[in-house]
């Protein structure tokens, strides 16, 4: 089993939300700086947005700043990403990712900083 699970996606018209969760399985990721990616087909992953351990710095892709939030739950072991204002462009698989080594105060915005992946979770957006 992946040491993390998504749930939370689905369909939704242009304009509505949904809040996307990530549970860790098997394995604490409270120390760890956690991050969600999104990969469209035929096209490259990409960094969505990420928290520090902590919670208390966040880093924002351009395109969904202002629209995306994440938070973490560490006593629960869980990420959230509230989603907003939903685009077509924002179809995608979803996946929660926990960076390479605990206690990291940088937020890494690139894929190969992450170690541990979920399986993701898909995200379609009608017009």
């Known amino acids: 089993q992946a040491p993390l699970v998504e749930s939370g996606g689905g369909l939704v018209q242009t304009g509505g939300s949904l809040r996307l969760s990530c549970t860790a399985s098997g394995r604490t990721f409270s120390y760890y700086a956690m991050g969600w990616f999104r990969q469209a087909p035929g096209k490259e992953r990409e960094f969505v947005v990420g928290i520090s351990w902590s919670g208390g710095n966040t880093v924002y892709a351009d395109s969904v700043k202002g629209r995306f939030t994440i938070s973490r739950d560490n006593a629960k072991n869980t990420v959230d990403l509230q989603m907003s204002s939903l685009k077509p462009e924002d179809t995608a698989v979803y996946y929660c990712?926990?960076?390479?080594?605990?206690?990291?105060?940088?937020?890494?915005?690139?894929?190969?900083?992450?170690?541990?992946w979920g399986q993701g979770t898909q995200v379609t957006v009608s017009s």
């Open positions: 990712a926990a960076q390479n080594i605990p206690g990291v105060r940088s937020i890494a915005t690139i894929a190969s900083e992450y170690r541990y």
